[in-house]
């Protein structure tokens, strides 16, 4: 059997004060653990093969023309509980714009819009598990409630891998930014160690060039060191 999928730590404490999302989504009770059985080990209807690839340039919707906003990469590994590969699995990604607005029916905020700016992706990872996205860094956002805060900076993955194991949705940090330490979506991870692997890491500059930041992000599916949801 394998190992539980988080251990005590790494699950976010929910719901969260003030997200009121968090409210809708949590069940009053909590789950009933059983073990994986054949359901979960195979990918109903293999839905990770049914979904088209997207973009994977969000920055430049309209040929020729970049988003506003800080140009980055970012790039890492797609990793199961024993540290292996998860090859050809569908990542997307979500993320505000650079003002801090996502183009989305939902989003009603004064912050302006980018035509250029595509805001989601979709890709799969190589037979080594790597996924790369172009996009640019998105702004902060305040959380629209009647005692407000912000949102820091960040990115939403799903990750579809072959199976119900596989499968995880997070969210994604940037190093040093102070809005971090009052993210009540951040903070709601009880483990400190946990919580750091919901931060990309920054690449030197000589090593990626002049034409945009570089983050690093690996997202570990499950186990003792899986990225926790979000
Ligand atoms: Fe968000």
């Excluded at 093969?49 to 430049?60: F, Q, S, V």
């Excluded at 023309?65 to 997307?92: H, N, Y």
């Excluded at 607005?101 to 302006?112: E, F, K, L, M, V």
Aim: net charge neutral; proline share 12%; hydrophobic share 40%.
């Amino acid at each position: 059997m394998p190992e539980a999928p988080w251990p005590p730590g790494i699950e976010p404490l929910v719901p969260v004060p003030g997200y009121p999302n968090t409210w809708t989504h949590t069940p009053a009770r909590a789950p009933i653990a059983r073990a994986a059985g054949a359901t979960e080990r195979a990918t109903p209807a293999a839905l990770h093969r049914k979904l088209p690839d997207g973009e994977a340039n969000l920055a430049e919707r309209t040929r020729g023309k970049p988003a506003i906003g800080q140009l980055m990469e970012i790039s890492g590994r797609v990793l199961d509980e024993a540290g292996r590969p998860v090859a050809g699995a569908v990542i997307e990604l979500w993320q505000a714009n650079a003002a801090g607005r996502y183009a989305h029916a939902i989003d009603t905020s004064a912050a302006p819009l980018d035509p250029n700016f595509e805001g989601h992706g979709r890709i799969r990872t190589d037979a080594d598990g790597r996924y790369a996205f172009t996009t640019v860094k998105p702004g902060a956002y305040a959380v629209p409630v009647q005692e407000t805060w912000w949102r820091p900076p960040h990115l939403h993955f799903s990750v579809f891998g072959p199976s119900c194991l596989s499968r995880l949705v997070t969210q994604m940090y940037f190093p040093g930014d102070p809005l971090n330490e009052l993210d009540r979506i951040l903070q709601s991870i009880p483990d400190a160690a946990a919580r750091s692997r919901m931060v990309a890491r920054m690449q030197p500059p000589a090593s990626v060039g002049s034409l945009h930041l570089g983050f690093v992000h690996d997202i570990v599916l499950r186990g003792r060191f899986a990225t926790p949801e979000g």
